[in-house]
């Protein structure tokens, strides 16, 4: 939120829901300012200077003209849409894995991001499986789940 003090940029990871390809990532500045000089290349083109900055690593635009297209066909409002239908996908997972009682749910997908955590609770009907064989068995049938270690 750029409203606060100390924010000075923002750093966004395009692909976490899908929505381009891996590894482009967007950086938003407060103020032209914030950037610093010496990562900004001056190119002349078109008879003039064209600053630029990109850190792309020798990879080529086509993720760029992916996304371009992407808020040309979509816009605002199709983003929207799209992030209202993710959150409501959480939101129905989440009182799924309730109603099984089976699972420690540790998010809470109507205040938050359109993501679920959730873990085993341990013992549950003398299981002796733990979140890692559920991720395993999910992994067969093209589901990806993944198992983190909690705390």
């Avoid at 020798?58 to 929207?80: C, D, H, M, P, T």
């Amino acid at each position: 939120d750029f409203r606060l003090g100390m924010v000075r940029s923002f750093n966004v990871v395009c692909h976490k829901y899908g929505f381009a390809m891996p590894g482009l990532v967007w950086v938003l500045f407060k103020d032209r300012a914030d950037l610093a000089e010496e990562l900004v290349f001056h190119i002349a083109y078109l008879g003039g200077d064209m600053p630029t900055y990109s850190l792309n690593f020798s990879r080529n635009a086509s993720s760029v003209i992916a996304q371009y297209y992407s808020f040309l066909r979509l816009g605002f409002e199709g983003y929207k849409d799209i992030m209202f239908t993710c959150q409501r996908n959480a939101l129905l997972l989440e009182e799924c894995l309730r109603r099984m009682d089976h699972w420690n749910i540790w998010s809470d997908a109507s205040c938050s991001l359109p993501v679920v955590a959730f873990s085993l609770k341990w013992g549950k009907d003398g299981g002796d499986y733990d979140d890692y064989d559920v991720s395993h068995k999910l992994r067969q049938k093209n589901w990806i789940v993944p198992a983190y270690t909690m705390p």
